[in-house]
């Protein structure tokens, strides 16, 4: 199977290795991953001005080069994926607003494109029995909490990717892999995603808790799919003039774990970049 | 030439505003069929009506228009008006100038009066061709059906059978009471509703009106108003004051003339609200298990480890007023009776502590917002105004986020239990129900009333009623009385000596009906069939609702209706294309 792939700004820079992984393993399960053409920034926010037809052009590009290439498009950033998505299916209902941007963009984008998460393609095809049977190094004992984060999920409405409340896609794709899914309270609460940018001791503040409970759970490593939460859980962790806790949990994509549990190279893992360094979980 | 009177109405300022009414009596009174015509205030009002029925007699009218309100409003009134001095009362009509004129054109007068003039000329074509038509009687069957023994059903069941007329009460369970058999005490005085309960329940049993039905449900429903045939399936026979073994189950049919549907509420789901752990944590419980354990002989413990708890939390609208994720209502029960629970649970565990988060405090009602503030000032609840939006288990404890909104920051507890004051949904299985009897809903399955002020404990269906909590969330005292409505509804139908039909029903010209059953497909009612032995088409005037579909269908204009004949209908087509022309 091809599917059109929209990599968007961070997996070519800060997350390589969420690409690196992501694009192996979807090689390995038969999905190629086909990076649009000629693709640009998709703007990294939804917009929620009440006339917020400027900031959908970004967006609406990415949406119609996409639509020349396929039915649907992939991406693997949350946040790509949150601002794709939900300007697909605000240009689905609003009609009178997609004629105004192909107006100004003087393309006509259908409103026809599918957006998907690699977690939905795999979902479908091969499904989570199909990938157990394809994983030839099972996980076995490794206790992974499953973290959401909030831009993956919600607002349910416009992403009807699962339940924002009490989602289970990532716990069943860790249970395909062998893996120990952690339930812990915290998994769709906020990182502080932005913020960090401006008000780092915020985001700091409220990762620390989520790493928290991860670890009082029992949690060896926390699964995301989002580059921003990965940074913003793993970059608290750093080792300061300190030293370390000890305590630390490694941050990583869920591609990476499948990478691993596939049996793929370690290059393709691409684990090398994390303040936590999760390699020593996986080496024999 | 007829002799027709025309009263047009001002309705006040609500016509007259807008409809240049005198124009419009002095326009249409030069018709030559028209005798009379006048305009006056409120036709409704006494001297209105006298006005009228002066005319009548003075000028000897044979028909009567009056230019007002909606026909829903005072067709009836102004048919009784006629009729009392010897007019047929189906020769009078109505010829409705506010609704459809006056009130939906205010911004243009002038087009306004020409309108309601074309609308009273078209009156005036129907009247000339109207004929005298008399009410059709059909005999009552004096037995009532009530479905649903809870507290409203019991009341019904109780008040007709006193009154005199048999009662078949048909419960779906294995017991009667409904939920209020699950619960401990009752706001506002804690009086055991077991206790309660047991004294109506032994009275309904041991009625010699009352035949009770356990585990029984109705099946079907055919006929109309005071005919009706009831199937009821897997029924046991309880006999009252006897020990006897229930017969087996078996279907029966039962002839009854009026219907109460008592068939009251289910919980919402605790599994539909995983954030606050329901169905997950299994000290998270809903507010009908918490009443289970404040029962007498119930016991105040944990499910998880049997201990009993000290601090407890109380979440109101849980699933209700939340559109987005739950129900859009509210249950309207739930600040009372988590009121009651906290104090209840302060009286067990006097040095516990009860937190109850809420969005605002509901508590109207005679002694309702007192005994909140009891609880608040008294048993030292803790309110907290706020949404909750989390709860999960730590080690032992139960942790509760949420907001604070009066002191505008996040607060969280960790307690040994808690209790969510989850929404109250239409008892499952009441959309189907529905569809059997053919009643209506709304879109969550709570029956709809006729109507929602003047008519709320009728359905839209003649001699169906309603009563309690299955047309919305009621408390006790709220299903009683209008369990008492009901009732009194069906004993004014039983009082009559027999049922008086309206004759504007659908008939079959006999020699041009061919049978081919068009009108018995269209026929969103069931009233027609064709004729097993006379091979055509006939009409079952109790059922006719008057909709026309059938004459319409009907390729031989053979199916009619009467005063609303071809010819009228035509002719007042005419009139108008002939005005606009
Ligand atoms: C936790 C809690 C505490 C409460 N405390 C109080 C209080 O203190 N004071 C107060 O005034 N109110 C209280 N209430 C509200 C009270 O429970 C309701 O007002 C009351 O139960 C309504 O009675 P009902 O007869 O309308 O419905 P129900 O009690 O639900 O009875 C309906 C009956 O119909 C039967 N039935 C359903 N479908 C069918 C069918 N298809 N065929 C045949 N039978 C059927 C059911 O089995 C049931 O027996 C409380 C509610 C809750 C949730
Ligand atoms: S009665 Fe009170 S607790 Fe229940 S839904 Fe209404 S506001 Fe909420
Ligand atoms: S008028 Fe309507 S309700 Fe009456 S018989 Fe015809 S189709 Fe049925």
Redesign the interface.
């Known amino acids: 199977m091809r599917v059109s792939y929209y990599p968007g700004c961070t997996l070519s820079t800060k997350a390589r290795g969420y690409d690196r992984s992501g694009r192996a393993v979807a090689a390995a399960l038969g999905v190629e991953l086909v990076e649009l053409p000629e693709w640009q920034c998709c703007g990294a926010t939804f917009p929620l001005a009440t006339d917020n037809s400027l900031a959908l052009i970004a967006p609406t590009r990415v949406l119609y080069q996409a639509e020349q290439a396929g039915e649907q498009v992939a991406a693997l950033c949350a946040i790509c994926y949150h601002v794709l998505k939900r300007t697909q299916t605000t240009l689905e209902r609003d009609l009178e607003m997609r004629e105004r941007i192909n107006w100004f963009t003087e393309q006509e984008y259908q409103g026809r494109v599918r957006v998907v998460h690699l977690l939905e393609l795999l979902r479908d095809e091969p499904g989570w029995d199909g990938l157990a049977e394809r994983v030839t190094r099972p996980l076995k004992g490794l206790r992974a909490a499953p973290y959401y984060g909030c831009l993956l999920l919600r607002p349910y409405d416009e992403i009807r990717l699962d339940d924002p409340e009490s989602p289970t896609i990532l716990h069943d794709l860790l249970r395909a892999l062998g893996a120990e899914p952690v339930d812990f309270p915290y998994n769709v609460e906020c990182c502080g995603s932005y913020i960090t940018v401006k008000e780092p001791k915020i985001s700091e503040t409220m990762s620390r808790d989520i790493v928290a409970s991860a670890r009082e759970h029992g949690a060896q490593v926390i699964v995301t799919a989002c580059p921003l939460c990965q940074f913003n859980l793993d970059y608290p962790q750093r080792e300061t003039e300190f030293g370390r806790s000890g305590e630390e949990i490694p941050v990583v994509y869920f591609t990476q774990l499948m990478a691993v549990a596939l049996g793929l190279p370690e290059e393709d893992w691409g684990l090398e970049e994390y303040y936590v360094d999760p390699r020593p979980l996986f080496r024999d | 030439m007829s002799r027709i009177g025309l009263f047009v109405c001002h309705c006040g300022i609500n016509i007259a505003a807008t409809v240049d009414v005198e124009r419009v009596a002095e326009v249409v009174g030069r018709d030559s069929h028209v005798v009379f015509a006048t305009d006056y205030k409120y036709m409704c009002s006494d001297p209105g009506q006298q006005l009228i029925k002066d005319a009548i007699v003075e000028h000897g009218l044979d028909g009567v228009i009056v230019a007002a309100c909606s026909p829903g409003m005072h067709e009836k009134t102004f048919r009784a008006t006629a009729a009392a001095v010897g007019l047929n009362p189906y020769r009078c009509e109505i010829a409705n100038i506010r609704e459809q004129c006056s009130w939906v054109h205010q911004e243009e007068p002038e087009r306004a009066t020409e309108k309601a003039i074309e609308i009273v000329r078209t009156m005036v074509e129907k009247v000339r061709r109207d004929e005298d038509l008399v009410p059709f009687e059909l005999p009552i069957t004096r037995r009532a059906l009530v479905i649903g023994g809870g507290v409203a059903g019991l009341e019904a069941a109780l008040s007709i059978a006193s009154a005199g007329y048999p009662v078949v009460l048909v419960e779906r369970e294995g017991y009667l009471g409904g939920k209020m058999a699950r619960l401990s005490g009752t706001y506002l005085n804690f009086e055991a509703a077991p206790d309660l309960l047991q004294q109506r329940v032994g009275r309904v049993l041991n009625h010699p009106n009352i035949r009770v039905l356990l585990n029984a449900q109705v099946t079907g429903l055919e006929g109309y108003v005071g005919n009706f045939k009831a199937e009821v399936s897997g029924s046991r026979v309880q006999i009252p004051g006897s020990n006897l073994k229930p017969e087996a189950p078996k279907p029966e049919t039962l002839e009854v003339g009026a219907v109460v549907v008592a068939t009251g509420w289910d919980p919402y789901p605790l599994e539909r609200l995983?954030?606050y752990g329901g169905g997950r944590v299994p000290d998270v419980i809903d507010g009908l298990a918490f009443e289970e354990m404040l029962r007498p002989g119930g016991e105040l413990r944990r499910p998880s480890d049997g201990r009993v708890p000290r601090e407890v939390v109380f979440v109101q609208c849980a699933g209700s007023r939340d559109p987005?994720?739950g129900v859009s209502y509210c249950s309207k029960v739930c600040c009372m009776y988590v009121a009651k629970q906290a104090m209840m649970f302060k009286e067990r565990v006097p040095e516990g502590q009860a937190y109850v988060f809420y969005i605002d405090i509901r508590s109207a009602g005679k002694g309702y917002d007192e005994y909140v503030q009891r609880a608040m000032e008294q048993h030292d609840v803790l309110y907290l105004r706020g949404k909750v939006s989390?709860i999960?288990?730590?080690g032992g404890r139960v942790?509760v986020w949420g907001a604070d909104t009066l002191a505008g920051r996040p607060v969280e507890v960790e307690v040994d239990l808690v209790v969510l004051a989850t929404a109250m949904l239409p008892s499952r299985g009441a959309i189907p129900l529905a569809q059997t009897l053919h009643i209506q809903t709304d879109g969550y399955g709570f029956y709809n009333e006729a109507h929602p002020k003047l008519r709320p404990v009728e359905s839209l269906t003649a001699g169906i009623f309603l009563a309690g909590a299955g047309q919305g969330p009621k408390d006790i005292p709220e299903a009683v009385a209008q369990a008492g409505g009901a009732a009194a509804k069906v004993l004014q139908l039983f009082a009559q000596e027999a049922m008086v039909q309206e004759p504007t029903v659908a008939y079959v010209v006999e020699e041009l009906c061919a049978a081919c059953g068009a009108c018995v497909a269209v026929c969103p009612y069931e009233a027609r069939e064709i004729h097993p032995v006379r091979g055509i088409a006939t009409v079952n005037a109790a059922l006719c609702q008057t909709c026309g579909a059938c004459v319409v269908a009907c390729p031989n204009k053979a199916s009619r209706i009467h005063n609303w004949e071809p010819g009228q209908v035509l002719a007042m087509a005419d009139v108008l294309t002939e005005m606009s022309s």
């Open positions: 995983p954030e987005e994720r989390k999960f288990r730590r942790v």
